[in-house]
Every structure is written in structure tokens, then in C-alpha cells.
């Protein structure tokens, strides 16, 4: 969304709160997040892969942001240009402003070492991670502002809904979770609608997700935060309204089911509920996928994406930097194939 001299990346709604001054950004409305579980509730406040975006001459500005709960980083990016890292505190609530500067002179290079980027390097890129955050304004000392114009950014954007290991969950810092490191290889941008722990195939979200038409693919991995409290057959019909409500609203765009990750689960010694339903998860997500009544419905198993065991953390579940950087590779070379005819070509 555009909100005022900036765009809001991934943001579909500023809230103001008169208890904390600034913009709280909102990856989902709040009818959706109202219907959803006690926990996704306010893990879908996070703002992971949101982005604050504007072009400035300015070769100096200031921005202000905090952070409702916990600290986090913010990454800032000029195009695809890594610019500086910088910190907010969770703790008081306080209000960080950030003084930057221009760092990136293309002036004596040849342009076209700078042609064919995801972004073009006059775009700043504010990318936010799994933290609540407040945006509190940005002063660029009398220049103009202006949001980027669509040949600026990427021309294809990719849907991802999932759990915490598709919100960055255990990546060191979320701009290096795997849906953002595929997201660069296929010269792509992301809305991230994870939703760690949270992730229930909600109708509402179903309906939400298919009432956006900003998109171009979209991928849904399913099943590891049900795995404990949902029989198979309630797994199946969740899902199976998830896949007919964006599928039968959007019928030309790919629309990819991802099967479990490998985890702990995958290689119990003595069954479990959550092992034994994940095995069933897995069946089901195949019998939807090869119903035929999709023709842009596709599948990729979890085991396609992690394929090193050892690219878990200790709790055998969420990826490491290492694991989230090789999910990012092998998803990139096995979607590249069920995008690449769809809408402009993937760089």
C-alpha cells in the first residue's frame, strides 16, 4: 500500500494506537486476524518481510521506527545494494532515528553492471523483521519523496503462507529466511503472510488471501503447526477450501502446495500423534494436488526444498542460516520451471 510520500510494503493497514504514538503496519486485516487463534492473533502483527520503500535525492535523511515488543533488525537496502544494520529495542518501546546517507555512487560505472536487478538502486529499502513495528516517519530536509514507480521493483510478486519456518523463523536475521533468499534468485518480490505457530488454514484466511489480486504465484506450506490438534480429515477439508477458494478465483496463476519439512517427526523411533499425522498431512496434500481440477494447483514435497537434515537447529525442526540458505536455492530451481511462462519472465 501507498501511504502518503512512501509505499508499505506487504502492509495492507496502518493502525494508529493511542497508547504507543506512530503507524502500526499490518500484514492482515483485522477481521482476519480476529478470527484466528489466540496466538495468531498477535503473531500476525509482526511485520517479517515488511518494507518501507521511497525514492529521495536526498543524499542524507532521517527515519524513525520502533518496535512494540522485542528487538529486531532493520536491513537497509539501496535497490538490491546492502547498505546497513541497524537495531530497535522492544524493551521501553522507544523511538529509534536513524540518520542515513547515500553510500552508492554508480556515477563511474558502466550501466550496465547495474541493469537487470530485482530494484533499481534509487529505491532506499527499509526491510523490517519479526518484531511489531511503528513507523514514525522519515525526514529527508526539504528534498522530495516519492514512492517507486512499478518499473523500479520487481514485476512479479509471490504469495507465501506458511508457519514460522516461511515467517524467517530461526534464521539469524529474516531477510536471510528462505523464501527471501529464493525470492532473489528469481528476481521476484514477496508478500509474507507466514504465521509462526499460527498457521490453521483458517476460512477467513483463505478468504482474505483470495481476495488479493496483487500477486502473481503463490506457495502454501501446510501441516506442521496443525499436526497436534487436528485429525487428518479436519486437515483435508481446511485445506481442500484453502486450494478451491484461491484456486477458483485464480485460475491462471501457479499455485504451489509444499508438504512438511523434514523435522524430528520425519524420523521418530516410536510413533507419535504429530508424526502420524504429518505422514497423513502428506497424503492428503498429494491426493488434493492430483485431483486434476487445478491445472495451476502443483505440488513440491518438503524434502525437495531441505535436503541436508543437518540445515536444522537443535530443536530438529526450524532451518538454520545454513538450512534456510539451501531451501532457498532448491526452491528457486524447482519453482523456476512452474513460473517462468506466467506473466513477465523471472530474471
Known amino acids: 500500500m501507498r501511504y ?16 504507543c504514538p506512530g503507524l502500526l503496519l499490518q500484514r492482515f486485516p483485522e477481521t482476519v486476524r480476529a478470527s484466528m487463534s489466540e496466538r495468531g492473533r498477535f503473531i500476525s502483527q509482526q511485520a517479517s518481510g515488511c518494507e ?3 525514492v529521495t535525492e536526498a543524499n542524507q535523511f532521517r527515519l524513525s521506527l520502533s518496535s512494540v515488543e522485542g528487538s529486531g533488525d532493520v536491513m537497509i537496502f539501496q535497490g538490491d545494494y546492502f547498505h546497513s544494520h541497524h537495531s530497535l529495542s522492544g524493551s ?9 546517507e547515500n553510500k552508492l555512487n554508480p556515477a563511474g560505472i558502466d550501466p550496465a553492471a547495474m541493469t537487470g536487478q530485482r530494484f533499481s538502486h534509487r529505491v532506499w529499502r527499509i526491510f523490517l523483521c519479526r518484531y511489531t513495528a511503528r513507523f514514525h516517519g522519515v525526514e529527508a530536509f526539504g528534498c522530495p519523496i516519492r514512492p ?9 510478486r509471490w504469495l507465501a503462507y506458511g508457519s514460522s519456518i516461511t515467517h524467517g523463523g530461526a534464521a539469524l536475521n ?48 501446510l501441516g506442521v503447526n496443525m499436526r497436534g490438534a487436528f485429525a487428518p480429515e479436519e486437515f483435508r477439508a481446511r485445506v481442500q477450501y484453502v ?11 501457479p499455485v504451489v502446495l509444499v508438504t512438511v519439512f523434514p523435522n524430528a517427526a520425519t524420523h521418530e523411533r516410536e510413533p507419535s500423534l504429530a508424526g502420524e499425522n504429518q505422514k497423513a498431512y502428506g497424503h492428503i496434500l498429494r491426493e488434493i ?17 531441505l535436503t541436508d537434515f543437518a540445515g536444522l537447529t537443535c530443536d530438529l525442526l526450524h532451518p538454520s542460516e545454513y538450512g534456510h540458505t ?18 513477465t519472465p523471472v530474471i
Open 174 to 221: 529474516n531477510y536471510n529466511s528462505y523464501v527471501q533468499q529464493a525470492a532473489r534468485r528469481l528476481g521476484v518480490d514477496v508478500l509474507n503472510k507466514g504465521l509462526g505457530g499460527a498457521c490453521l488454514c483458517e476460512p477467513e484466511v483463505a478468504d482474505y488471501l483470495s481476495s488479493l489480486n496483487d500477486w502473481d504465484f503463490a506457495t502454501l506450506e
Open 148 to 156: 517507486p514507480q512499478p518499473e523500479e521493483v520487481p514485476a512479479k
Open 289 to 305: 494436488a492430483d485431483q486434476g481440477r487445478y491445472p495451476q494447483l502443483h505440488l513440491l514435497e518438503g524434502s525437495q526444498i
Open 243 to 253: 486450494v478451491d477458494t484461491i484456486c477458483s478465483r485464480h485460475p491462471g496463476k
Open 52 to 54: 518501507i520503500r521511497f
Open 92 to 100: 521501553d518501546g522507544a523511538i529509534k532515528t536513524i540518520h542515513l
Open 4 to 19: 502518503e510520500q512512501v509505499e508499505l510494503h506487504n502492509v495492507v493497514a496502518v493502525e494508529n494506537n493511542q497508547l
Open 326 to 343: 539451501i531451501m532457498g536455492e532448491n526452491l528457486s530451481r524447482l519453482l523456476q520451471p512452474i513460473i517462468m511462462d506466467v506473466g
